[in-house]
């Protein structure tokens, strides 16, 4: 548009039948043009599937890459001295919404600052050892979304006390994923889930003395 309008104005200046009100009115479109162009926002690249971007107090990897319906991996804090973290539902990349829908492996291996967390809705698998060994990690919220809880995930948080499972999707607990929690340990959980996440709970390193309760 600015190209056109500009070369317009040329024409006009080098016609000899062009009059003064046919040069102030090209001048005037030329300055128009150009100020539009100045505010013209700068558009970015959608970040590539695989790429590593840190936003915020994380890190994170493109797992779909796309302009309306990109996924994100949460990969690790950018450092170990977060008390209490929240894997966020979305995050904004260049621009764009991506949904957060993994946390990775060992994301959070041996923390020791670590106290609390809250999974954001719409993650669905949390990573092999994603909390293991947070000594002192004392209380999880696991997001609406979670299906899948992998191997030794939670494993060795002995002070682990309060997990509420918000989740009615969650199919798979993996090995040893809850083993070495807190013995008396309390589970909030979907009330039509209390029996089989109960069940479940159970088979993969939870004490027959924890407490399990209806959401």
């Not at 700068?42 to 990109?70: E, I, L, Q, R």
Request: charged letters at 25%; a positive charge; hydrophobic letters at 35%.
């Amino acid at each position: 548009a600015y190209l056109k309008v500009l070369n317009n104005a040329k024409m006009v200046n080098l016609s000899v039948n062009a009059t003064q009100k046919d040069v102030d009115t090209a001048l005037s479109m030329l300055q128009q043009a150009y100020k539009a162009l100045v505010k013209a926002p700068v558009v970015k690249p959608v970040p590539k599937k695989n790429a590593d971007v840190t936003v915020g107090n994380a890190k994170y990897k493109v797992t779909k890459s796309s302009s309306k319906n990109g996924t994100v991996m949460y990969v690790k804090p950018t450092k170990k001295s977060f008390k209490k973290v929240t894997i966020p539902a979305t995050v904004k990349i260049n621009g764009y919404t991506f949904k957060v829908t993994q946390i990775a492996k060992k994301a959070f291996y041996k923390n020791t600052k670590l106290q609390s967390v809250t999974i954001g809705k719409y993650v669905t698998n949390i990573g092999p050892s994603a909390f293991r060994d947070c000594k002192k990690l004392k209380s999880v919220v696991i997001g609406a979304s979670v299906k899948r809880i992998e191997k030794y995930a939670f494993m060795n948080d002995k002070n682990l006390k309060k997990i509420t499972i918000k989740s009615k999707y969650l199919k798979t607990i993996q090995k040893k994923a809850f083993t070495n929690i807190y013995s008396k340990a309390e589970f909030k959980v979907p009330s039509k889930k209390l029996k089989t996440y109960r069940t479940n709970l159970l088979k993969h390193g939870v004490k027959t003395t924890a407490k399990f309760k209806k959401l």
